[in-house]
């Protein structure tokens, strides 16, 4: 390709890497948040009956109200709001900078957390601003408040609980957030049914927040879907830019569904919170790693005798996957794992034993 071809693209491009995804084949795979149940056969079958009744041949609901009424029925907030739909969080994320894209705008969120707030910024164009997360990997709320009083962001992005470190924040610290904002503050909560916890109740009293949720994290990671809760005439105004159909009815009726058996996902949601316990403690008899109270569905590891890196090769050399974020900023040495199956974390920590004492 001729390089007059590429001088037509924004020379900022150069300067980015596409999201990479390893290749999973063979391999016991624990890198990426995963839910490890699939639907029981009886359940698969009901679900495939309800998607016979899909009309491929026309354009998906455009603004699914049912399907809305029924994520408010579940998740809330059940007082007023409205929610936006989008595929995958992701593209929420990209819509909502989208639409603060304007000259002096910026994002502002903290480190380290999820990657793709300040990926989708800088593919924006869009000045993204970080606040280093403290020793304990919590929330400095003092250097949060400067920040916002200095940079004055259109959007400030907190996952609760927070990727990849798993922890939930102060209650109180959100509150004050939320007040010193003048703009919007979006809580992600991709990994809600893990926590036990939500600010639902938070949002419907702030009329400047916006509450994320995906269905990923539920076990419905293929189908691509989430949304957005917060106050009618904002996100009516959000709603704008969305482009039309953008949720196909494949992915509609299969939503339907699952909230209409949502009791499966609740007992595989708390199963995997059990596990998690295991997990943590096995991992905590472990010498030579730490891990990190999680009320996610994956657990943060540092390791304290061997390289991050080397051991996760070496596991990798055992046909387990799981994430190495040690070269992000403040995560030095560590390995995040995903809560499997009861085999797949045996798989996973007998493997790690044998990575520390190869």
């Known amino acids: 390709m001729s390089n007059n071809v590429l001088s037509r693209l924004r020379p900022e491009l150069n300067k980015l890497q596409a999201y990479a995804v390893p290749d999973a084949t063979g391999l016991v795979k624990l890198d990426a948040m995963e839910n490890p149940f699939t639907l029981p056969v009886d359940m698969r079958s009901k679900w495939l009956d309800h998607m016979s009744h899909a009309q491929v041949n026309r354009y998906p609901e455009p603004n699914p109200e049912n399907l809305k009424q029924k994520l408010k029925d579940q998740f809330g907030p059940h007082d007023g709001g409205d929610l936006l739909l989008g595929n995958g969080s992701d593209e929420l994320i990209q819509l909502l900078v989208l639409a603060i894209a304007k000259p002096g ?8 957390s999820f990657s793709m707030y300040q990926m989708i910024a800088e593919m924006i164009g869009v000045d993204c601003h970080i ?11 003092a250097a949060m408040l400067a920040a916002i009083g200095k940079y004055d962001p259109a959007l400030i ?8 470190t798993g922890n939930l924040w102060s209650k109180n610290d959100i509150h004050k957030i939320l007040n010193k ?13 893990f ?12 009329s400047n927040m916006l509450l994320l949720r995906t269905a990923s994290k539920l076990g419905l990671a293929a189908i691509r879907f989430g949304w957005l809760a917060g106050d009618a005439k904002l996100i009516a105004e959000f709603n704008k830019i969305r482009l039309p159909y953008n949720i196909n009815q494949l992915t ?23 596990l998690r316990g295991s997990l943590f403690g096995h991992l905590s008899a472990i010498e030579g790693v730490k891990p990190y109270p999680s009320e996610a569905n994956f657990i ?3 390791m304290l005798s061997r390289d991050a890196g080397e051991v996760f090769d070496n596991l990798l050399e055992q046909k387990v996957l799981i994430k ?15 809560v499997g199956s009861k085999e797949e974390n045996k798989i996973f920590c007998d493997a790690l034993n044998g990575a520390l004492n190869s």
């Open 105 to 112: 705008a910026c994002i502002l969120t903290v480190s380290p």
């Open 157 to 164: 992005f907190l996952a609760y609980p927070n990727n990849p």
């Open 252 to 274: 509609q009726l299969t939503m339907e569904f699952a909230l209409d058996n949502y009791a499966l996902f609740a007992e595989q949601a708390e199963t995997i919170r059990s």
């Open 300 to 302: 943060l590891i540092k």
């Open 131 to 141: 606040v280093p997360l403290d020793e304990s990997y919590q929330l400095d709320l």
């Open 324 to 338: 190495n974020v040690s070269k992000q900023a403040g995560l030095g040495q560590c390995l995040r794992v995903t």
């Open 195 to 206: 926590a036990g916890d939500s600010l639902t109740d938070v949002l419907v009293k702030n």
């Open 181 to 193: 904002s003048q703009g919007i503050v979006v809580v992600d909560e991709a990994y809600g049914p």
